[in-house]
């Protein structure tokens, strides 16, 4: 006897278990609803980005390289460097991209001729 009434309340525990479940699920369900109707409308089409009068942007390619940093008798720390530390760039005079020659370096770090 006492084995039926085990199973009774183990029945009646899924039973508060699973309303639990529903009930968490429904309050989350709700909880976004009201965080959802907070949220600003989307743009209208008189609000969408337009293009520029004079057409799309073009992409530019250039090669940069690096301003010279300055030569003096002892080594410059990154405050006394103009710009603090951080050096501009320039148009490169060349409009060729460096490239790897051939058996010089680019082997992941080895120096060497890489798998061949």
Known sequence: ???AAGRGALGIGL???GV???AVLIGAFWLG?????RELPPPTPDEQPRLP???PVREV?????????PKGRHRLTPHEIPGHGNTGT???A???RPRWDEGNSGSFGSGGPGGR
């Open 61 to 69: 390619r250039e090669q940069r390289e690096p301003h010279e940093v």
């Open 33 to 37: 609803v009201r965080i959802k109707r």
């Open 53 to 55: 009068e004079d057409g």
């Open 15 to 17: 039973i508060v278990a």
């Open 20 to 22: 639990v479940v529903v």
């Open 94 to 96: 060349s409009k060729d």
């Open 90 to 92: 320039r148009t490169s």
């Open 1 to 3: 006897m006492d084995i």
